[in-house]
């Protein structure tokens, strides 16, 4: 190779290796700072790509689990309300049983009577508060239910059903004037309340399997969007511990790179000994 104090071959290559390594030096620090060997386009326009487009899936399916964890709220919220109407018209059976006693007085007659009507008023307290959200699975308002979204693409919904708990209704029968004024009054509502909970308790029955569907399938959305997460993972993330000892061989490199730039560098020396005797 000829000297000239024009051209140094020798510091260009060195410098084009130093340079290369200051470059993947660089792509290793993002790494590391990232944790993301592919944080955007330009690393990997193909792997980028996928990656988006599984994280708009991950997006749009936690949306879904929004919904669902609405749904179970809901259906939590309107069993308990069920259970509890339940256990009131046992409680107002007892009652009108008692009432039916042909050997009672009037005044304890009154008294039965009067408890009982406490119980029909606490049972519309109940069910009006059996709402969660502007929700209400047993006040006729939501009929025939309410449907919630399924995947990720909202082009499936999975319905929670409703049951129309009002007095005087199709499942509890009992009139909102019903009376233990007479014994005769009291076997009649001892019937319809027998009826009413049969009823009441078929459909706590469907709100339950309703309630278990609904859990299930968040459970599977939840198993979906976690494997979504991993295979983005699996596609974009850094290995830490590789990028770690890539980033120590490189300092190393760098540090050498520099050395024999330095030497090439002094190479133009060597002419003025041919010429300096």
Known sequence: MALSVHTNTSAMIALQNLNRTNTEMQTVQSRINTGLKVAGAKDNSSVYAVAQGMRSD???????????????????????????????????????????????????????????????????????????????????????????????????????GSHNLNLGGTIVTLAATASLGTATLAANTVSVLQASLENVNQALANLGSDLNKMEAHRTFVSKINDSLTEGIGNLVDADLAKESARLQALQVKQQLGVQALSIANQEPQIILSLFGG
């Open 58 to 160: 991950v997006g749009a399916l936690s949306s879904v689990e929004t919904s669902l964890d609405r749904a179970i709220s809901i259906a939590d919220v309107a069993l308990a309300g069920g259970e509890a109407i339940s256990d009131l018209i046992i409680q107002m059976r007892e009652k009108a049983t008692a009432a039916m006693d042909p050997s009672i007085d009037t005044f304890s007659r009154r008294a039965y009577d009067a408890d009982f009507k406490d119980l029909v008023e606490q049972l519309q307290v109940v069910l009006t508060n059996s709402e969660f959200d502007g929700a209400n699975l047993l006040d006729g308002t939501n009929s025939p239910g309410i449907a919630f979204l399924a995947d990720a693409d909202a082009s499936r919904t999975i319905t929670l």
